[in-house]
């Protein structure tokens, strides 16, 4: 049972215009999300985080909108550079869950000078 | 900056071999995790430890076992290693209280069994 869900395996976007990735969720126990980036053969990397208790957080061109209603959240890259072409994984962590984070299977991001 | 190393960057061993896969943080994290990444299935969660000889199953811990002797270092073995066991390797620790649960990973092991 897949509790965090990234439906598009992957995304191409010209440079300069906006990237919108997207990611759903189902366990109504999660509190906080956070997104990663990973480039091949190097570890995940922290991109930003929301909590439950907010709808947008905002960090440079990063930006992270949480639908709680809805259990969607999606991250916005604005404007998309080249060195954004990475995979890019949501993941949640619920209530009590000694700081487990569930991840989704990642969308490939590939950003076209 | 928080450092976690994994002890190879890409390693290959033989079926049935006993294979050790270490990790090591050096920022004092309470909680260490052991993660695979295979294509089209994301990050899965193997076992992670809370505490010194504390561990916890995770979602695939099937094949796999743990040791936690020291706060700093976390050690994957997989016992009789199978072809269905190569892939990514990942390692990560964390606070055990932060403002975002964020973990810091490691630069992955790419395993390969023959």
């Known amino acids: 049972d897949q509790q965090v869900k990234q439906n598009s395996p992957s995304l191409s976007v010209q440079e300069g215009r906006i990237s919108i990735l997207n990611c759903d969720y189902t366990?109504?126990?999660?509190?906080?999300f956070l997104w990663y980036k990973k480039y091949p053969a190097e570890g995940p990397t922290f991109l930003i985080s929301i909590s439950s208790i907010k709808d947008k957080n905002e960090d440079g061109r990063f930006t992270v909108f949480l639908n709680k209603s809805a259990k969607h959240l999606s991250l916005h890259i604005v404007p998309s550079q080249p060195g954004d072409s990475a995979v890019y994984f949501c993941a949640a962590s619920a209530i009590g869950s000694n700081y487990k984070l569930t991840f989704g299977k990642g969308t490939l991001l590939t950003v076209n000078p | 900056d928080v450092k976690v190393t994994q002890s190879s960057r890409y390693l290959v061993k033989r079926t049935g071999e006993k294979v050790f896969l270490e990790c090591v943080q050096d920022?004092?994290?309470?909680?260490m995790f052991w993660y695979r990444q295979d294509p089209g299935l994301g990050l899965r969660l193997i076992y992670f430890s809370y505490d010194v000889k504390m561990k916890e199953k995770g979602d695939i811990p099937e094949g796999y076992s743990v040791s936690r002797e020291k706060k700093e270092r976390f050690s994957l073995i997989l016992e009789s290693a199978s072809t269905n066991q190569t892939s990514m390797y990942l390692c990560a620790s964390s606070l055990l209280v932060s403002g975002n649960n964020e973990q810091f990973f490691g630069p992955g092991t790419r395993l390969t069994v023959l």
């Open positions: 920022m004092d994290h309470e909680n």
């Open positions: 366990n109504s126990m999660f509190d906080y």
